[in-house]
């Protein structure tokens, strides 16, 4: 399809990332300015007023996910962007959100740490908090593109999940994605499905957790003719706390459900010459695009490589994962960080094939003849 002209530009990861957010319907956003996301927040401060939106500078990260859960509560599209200390910060509040249900997307641009770390330089260190960073038994949804293109795809996607789902979803950049500049081809606006959270078909006898077939209940607008409690606490159907271990189980395993029974909607991955391949990469993000050109040099060089792509980080893809280790000899995983992927990616093998870790927390980038290195080292054991 021919695109036209005004649909075709250049842009980073964190502007692209904005784009998409305006295309999606998101109307409000709440943030305080932190390297490397700040241009996700540049962006939608100009833009979001002129389009009948709300961009508010909070005073810190804890100030900005509670502002854009309040948000979401009635009815608005709403979304945060940060980096690994303003994450860390959001973290109970983002348990608060999976617990009341309400829908939004904080946007981690990762960066080295901890602590203040590494503010100019790449990182995949928030894999793992991204995760558990919240605390108790819970489920997310968590994204990493690993082009300009996929980060406006997978903002969107990212919308729709946590419509569909009411829940918090976690869109995790890198610095290299964020700040990476690309030609991007944009969508029509009619040219992708936007998915908005399930509302009440009638007003009788509302009760905002009720247990349904879908295990997601539909959401009334504060604000509008509905009135209902929200709380962190374990709530019965009405939202209100409970201490009844029936009422207590049936939320929890519910939430629990909602996400795991969807897996097969949720978990998107990309095979890349994978059908044949006797070495196996494992990679997301930035470090995918290497992986991708470290198996064009190891075909060149007559070795069988091919990579299996995590667009989803969370939940992990564990059956495509165990279904591949049937034919690769071996996997290697590729990260910036300690091994937090390989980890997973362990488990998921149950010992079929060994898995090696190549990894680099510098602040340098993982580059393809690294990778290769690392595929003849392992070859040759």
Known sequence: MNKNSNNVKILSGNEACAQAALAVGVRFFAGYPITPSSEIAEVLAGELPKNNGVFIQMEDELASIGAIIGASLTGVKAMTATSGPGFSLMQENIGY??????????????????????PTLP????????????????????????????????TIRAFNLSEKYRTPVILLLDEIIG????????????????????????????????????????????????????TGLAHDETGFPTNNAEKINQLLQRLERKIVKHTDDIVEVEEYLLNDAEIGIIAYGSAARSARHAVKLARNAGIKT????????WPFAEKQIRD????VKLWIVPELNMGQIAHEVEWAVRGKVPVYKYNKVNGEPINPEEILNCIKDKINV
């Open 324 to 327: 591949f280790s049937d034919k």
């Open 97 to 118: 959100a999976i617990m009341a249900e309400i829908p939004c997307v904080i946007v981690n641009v990762m960066r080295g740490g901890p602590s203040t770390g590494l």
């Open 179 to 230: 700040h990476v500049n690309e030609k991007v081809i944009f969508p029509a606006d009619n040219e992708f499905e936007i998915i908005n959270r399930p509302n009440p078909e009638s007003k009788d006898n509302y009760l905002p957790y009720q247990e349904t077939a879908s295990d997601i209940p539909p959401m009334a607008n504060f604000g509008s003719c509905y009135r209902y409690h929200v």
């Open 123 to 154: 990182s995949q260190g928030d894999i793992m908090q991204a995760r558990w960073g919240t605390h108790g038994d819970h489920q997310i949804i968590a994204l990493a593109p690993f082009s300009v293109r996929e980060v406006f795809d997978m």
């Open 306 to 313: 091919g990579m299996l792509r995590l667009k989803t980080i």
